[in-house]
């Protein structure tokens, strides 16, 4: 089975900075896509950021050069650094990974449980 944890969320005030991580463990063999998104309350679960096993990096347009998305292969692990928080990034953050899965032998989306960043004004 494949897990992903989230860690890092939290309180902060506004301009402040999170640092978001995400490890995925289990019957992996590769990991393609590694991701973030978040959910307000009301709304629709967004993507933040994403990142492919190369590096190439994705990046709503509302969090463009303030977060920055990043990861370790070797520890299957994704990190996303925020910084110059707003209150309207006020959300529960879902890790994602598009994954080969051992078990299973074909690729699949696992999401983590997710973790609450606020933000104060």
């Known amino acids: 089975q494949v897990q992903l944890v989230e860690s890092g969320g939290g309180l902060v005030q506004a301009g402040g900075s999170l640092r978001l991580s995400c490890a995925a463990s289990?019957?992996?063999?590769?990991?393609?896509?590694m991701g973030w998104y978040r959910q307000a309350p009301g709304k629709q679960r967004e993507l933040v950021a994403a990142i492919t096993n190369s590096g190439s990096t994705n990046y709503a347009d509302a969090v463009k050069g303030r977060f920055t998305i990043s990861r370790a292969n070797a520890k299957n692990t994704v990190y996303l650094q925020m910084n110059s928080l707003k209150p309207e990034d006020t959300a529960v953050y879902y890790c994602n990974a598009n994954l080969h899965d051992l078990l299973t032998l074909r690729y699949d989306t696992y999401w983590g449980q997710g973790t609450q960043v606020t933000v104060s004004s």
């Open positions: 289990g019957s992996i063999f590769s990991i393609n896509t």
